[in-house]
């Protein structure tokens, strides 16, 4: 099944700046991002992997974390397709 790359807002605020959320990529299995909606709408969360990037000096991001999360729709303010691209370390040795 194809992954839906996700930027997801929550309702928590950051404990550095109160003024900002917490917000984080997220990646799930759905066909797309309406059926992403639809999983929202059926049980109320969303399992996925948490992907926590670091950019390189060439400007790439690289995952270079994932880990198991779901996320409850009460706790979540936005879900948007991500606005950035991203690779995995393993593509970045494999390139090199």
Known sequence: MPI???????????????YKYISFTLETEAESFDDVFEKLAEDGCLKGHRIQTNEIA???????????????????????????????????????
């Open 4 to 18: 839906q790359r996700l930027s997801v807002t929550t309702v928590v605020p950051s404990r550095r700046d109160p």
């Open 58 to 96: 060439d400007g790439t991001r690289v995952a270079v974390e994932r880990t198991p999360h779901i996320v409850g729709l009460n706790g979540i303010a936005v879900i948007c397709p991500v606005h950035f691209d991203y690779v995995y370390s393993q593509e970045i040795s494999a390139d090199a």
